[in-house]
């Protein structure tokens, strides 16, 4: 059996990667907001057709396969391609739209996602629900031709750049079960009565809080049908999941790099590849890289069979999240107290650091490893429901 790529598609790696290195030059670092958020990039790689690359002709994607679209995820990732401002329309917003939309919203969102002009924030989580989103509190209630929304969400990366929110609302509550009364909702963030709040963090990102007064909105900001955004909330979850697995490329990235630094670091006139310890580290990591590798490559080849992957989504993202804590780790360990050296004359210019910080929450961003293990248990192993 061959895992290995074709020929064209090797090609098309080698096209992007040309592409990125001389858009970005040789040594993005890639972890301030700045670095990672660039509208104008984004709308470099849409004249290239590059946000659509999986998506069907019929909506203006290059209809090529999802194997092609990863090599592209690969490469941004490797090449620390700031990415923020595209990355949830294309990945989760256009793929669950795509599916579940209106012809209207299709029309609306599809051609100004793949242009690279809108930006969207995902507003799932609030003070009440994070990991039991299904206990969404915040209300969208019709008042004539317009909903009424009132509410919190927590956690809302990309609110105050975010042109558009897609969020889970409640519209029936009194559905007898809490699920069946949520509804998907795309909102744009200039509604009068939206008022975005920040927080800084460990890793320098800030995240955001948004609260909704009275904001009215038309009917048309009900994503596919009303009370059904469960369901949607579900795909568009697990395409987030299919994406967070596809992060392996940075980590092997940082991998590549610490390997090449162990080479040719002397410490205490010993050269840091020969102590055992380093070297049992990195072997273990080149395993468990490849393994995280191809977990990727099986969900982008299971969504390009059409379905969207669930347990697989899980597994992929566990795996590789924390794997990406054992990197930095490792990174830390080769370099010593040189790692969290936030200086441009030191090895990695402070992105060790960083990464060990950042690589914290992506065992809870996208939804915590806990629970996602208990997903794995009921839609992987058909372990009954605790
Ligand atoms: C950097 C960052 C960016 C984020 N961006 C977004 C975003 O853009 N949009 C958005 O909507 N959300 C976002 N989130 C929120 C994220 O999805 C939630 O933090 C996550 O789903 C967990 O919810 P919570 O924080 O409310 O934790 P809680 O639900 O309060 O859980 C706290 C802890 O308890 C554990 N736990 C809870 N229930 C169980 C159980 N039944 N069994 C075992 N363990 C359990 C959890 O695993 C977790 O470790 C982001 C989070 C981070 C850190």
């Known amino acids: 059996m061959d895992f290995g790529f074709t020929k064209e598609e090797e090609s098309f790696r080698q096209e992007i990667r040309d592409y990125l290195s001389n858009e970005l030059g040789p040594e993005p670092i890639g972890r301030t907001p700045e670095e990672l958020f660039s509208r104008e990039f984004s709308k470099k790689l849409a004249a290239k057709g590059w946000l659509g690359i999986g998506w069907?002709?019929?909506?203006?994607?290059?209809?090529?396969?999802?194997?092609e679209q990863l090599i592209c995820s690969e490469e941004m990732m490797r090449a620390r391609a700031p990415g923020g401002a595209h990355v949830l329309a294309q990945n989760m917003v256009g793929p669950a739209l795509i599916r579940?939309?209106?012809?209207?919203?299709?029309?609306?969102?599809?051609?100004?996602?793949?242009?690279?002009?809108?930006?969207?924030?995902?507003?799932?989580?609030?003070?009440?629900?994070?990991?039991?989103?299904?206990?969404?509190?915040?209300?969208?209630?019709?008042?004539?031709?317009?909903?009424?929304?009132?509410?919190?969400?927590?956690?809302?990366?990309?609110?105050?750049?975010?042109?558009?929110?897609?969020?889970?609302?409640?519209?029936?509550?009194?559905?007898?079960?809490k699920h069946h009364g949520i509804s998907m909702f795309i909102v744009n963030m200039k509604t009068p009565g939206i008022r975005v709040g920040s927080f800084d963090t460990m890793w320098g990102f800030p995240v955001y809080e948004v609260f909704f007064d009275n904001v009215r909105v038309p009917k048309t900001a009900v994503v596919g049908e009303l009370n059904k955004g469960w369901s949607y909330l579900t795909v568009a979850l697990d395409h987030e999941r299919v994406f967070m697995g596809g992060t392996v490329a940075a980590h092997s990235r940082l991998y590549d790099d610490i390997v090449e630094y162990a080479k040719k670091t002397y410490r205490n006139g010993k050269l840091l590849s020969d102590d055992p310890i380093i070297r049992q580290r990195?072997?273990?990591?080149?395993?468990?890289?490849?393994?995280?590798?191809?977990?990727?490559?099986?969900?982008?080849?299971?969504?390009?069979?059409?379905?969207?992957?669930?347990?697989?989504?899980?597994?992929?993202?566990?795996?590789?999240?924390?794997?990406?804590?054992?990197?930095?780790?490792?990174?830390?360990?080769?370099?010593?107290?040189?790692?969290?050296?936030?200086?441009?004359?030191?090895?990695?210019?402070?992105?060790?650091?960083?990464?060990?910080?950042?690589?914290?929450?992506?065992?809870?961003?996208?939804?915590?490893?806990?629970?996602?293990?208990?997903?794995?248990?009921?839609a992987g192993l058909g372990l009954p429901r605790p």
């Open 282 to 378: 990195l072997a273990q990591l080149a395993v468990d890289l490849q393994i995280a590798r191809l977990f990727a490559h099986r969900v982008a080849w299971i969504l390009g069979q059409g379905v969207v992957p669930f347990a697989e989504a899980s597994m992929t993202k566990i795996f590789t999240s924390e794997l990406e804590q054992r990197v930095a780790n490792t990174a830390m360990l080769i370099l010593g107290l040189y790692g969290p050296l936030d200086e441009p004359q030191f090895p990695f210019k402070g992105y060790v650091g960083w990464e060990y910080k950042f690589s914290l929450m992506q065992a809870v961003g996208g939804g915590s490893n806990e629970i996602e293990r208990i997903l794995i248990a009921i």
């Open 100 to 177: 579940v939309g209106t012809d209207e919203q299709k029309r609306e969102f599809l051609p100004k996602i793949l242009s690279g002009d809108l930006v969207f924030c995902l507003g799932y989580t609030e003070p009440n629900a994070g990991t039991d989103l299904a206990n969404c509190q915040t209300t969208a209630l019709l008042d004539g031709d317009e909903y009424v929304i009132n509410g919190q969400k927590m956690f809302t990366s990309f609110a105050e750049v975010a042109d558009y929110a897609w969020m889970t609302v409640r519209t029936d509550p009194d559905a007898p079960k």
């Open 56 to 67: 069907p002709k019929e909506y203006g994607g290059l209809g090529r396969s999802f194997t």
